[in-house]
C-alpha cells in the first residue's frame, strides 16, 4: 500500500507562483509512476505532470510546459510541483498520484495507470 498526503495549495492571482507537496508512504516508488493530476469543475482529471521511476523519464502536458516543474527527493518520499506564471485557466483541485510499478516506458499518462491518490488541493488563480 502507498499513502499520499498532500499540502500547499491556495489562491492567487495570474502571474503568481504556489508551491504543492505530496508525502508518499509505503511502498517503494522508485520503479513506478508517480504524478500530478487536475480536475477542474466540470472537467475531466487530466495529467499535469509524471515521473516515470523505472524509465527515468519525465514528461508535462503542452499546456503546462516551461511553467510548471515537478521533482522528488528522498527516494520519492516527497514530491513537489513548483508552479509558476499561473493562469485563470490552472484552477483545478490538483491530486498526487503513484503507482509503485511502471508497466512500460510509454505509462504514467493515464489515470488507470495509478492506483493511489492523494486528498486533493486546490489551486485558484484570479485574472
Known amino acids: 500500500q502507498v499513502k499520499l498526503v498532500e499540502s500547499g495549495g491556495g489562491s492567487v492571482q495570474a502571474g503568481g507562483s504556489l508551491r504543492l507537496s505530496c508525502a508518499t508512504s509505503?511502498?517503494?516508488?522508485?520503479?513506478?509512476?508517480v504524478a500530478w493530476f487536475r480536475q477542474a469543475p466540470g472537467g475531466e482529471r487530466e495529467v499535469v505532470t509524471f515521473?516515470?521511476?523505472?524509465?527515468?523519464?519525465?514528461e508535462y502536458a503542452d499546456s503546462v510546459k516551461g511553467r510548471f516543474t515537478i521533482s522528488q527527493e528522498r527516494a520519492m518520499a516527497t514530491l513537489y510541483l513548483q508552479m509558476n506564471n499561473l493562469k485563470p485557466d490552472d484552477t483545478a483541485m490538483y491530486y498526487c498520484?503513484?503507482?509503485?510499478?511502471?508497466?512500460?516506458?510509454?505509462?504514467?499518462?493515464?489515470?488507470?495507470?495509478?492506483?493511489?491518490w492523494g486528498q486533493g488541493a486546490q489551486v485558484t488563480v484570479s485574472s
Open positions: 515521473i516515470n521511476g523505472r524509465y527515468g523519464r519525465t
Open positions: 498520484a503513484a503507482e509503485h510499478w511502471s508497466p512500460g516506458p510509454e505509462r504514467c499518462w493515464e489515470r488507470n495507470d495509478y492506483n493511489y
Open positions: 509505503g511502498r517503494s516508488l522508485m520503479s513506478g509512476c
